[in-house]
Nanobody
């Protein structure tokens, strides 16, 4: 069964950095695009970034462009989200999820949670002084 587990969240000061990891088990990550999402209480889940199955294409929400970098290591079955220049408004729970290769990963296209499945349990990121 396809499972994703996020880790790497925590407390960081404004301007700081964190690296989130999304580890897959029960399947080979090579066949899937992976997306990172975040959700604040009472709000819709927001697509943050996604990466194609071979790592050749990436997409970022405008709110994180230039600050976050998504990458993957298929040999380790892991996708990363490097988050720099963190702001208090980045404080939410972050999730990763998988999408089949039928989805096109295109820069500038809205990252929709409805295109993804097999959600992880999430990891909390708190940006505060």
């Amino acid at each position: 069964q396809l499972q994703l587990v996020e880790s790497g969240g925590g407390l960081v000061q404004p301007g700081g950095s964190l690296r989130l990891s999304c580890v897959a088990s029960g399947f080979t990550l090579d066949y899937y695009h992976i997306g990172w999402f975040r959700q604040a209480p009472g709000k819709e889940r927001e697509g943050v970034s996604c990466i194609s199955s071979n790592g050749g294409s990436t997409n970022y929400a405008d709110s994180v462009k230039g600050r976050f970098t998504i990458s993957r290591d298929n040999a380790k079955n892991t996708v990363y989200l490097q988050m720099n220049s963190l702001k208090p408004e980045d404080t939410v729970v972050y999730y990763c999820a998988a999408a089949g290769r039928g989805l096109a990963v295109v820069a500038g296209r809205r990252i929709r949670s409805s295109d993804f499945g097999s959600w992880g349990q999430g990891t909390q990121v708190t940006v505060s002084s």
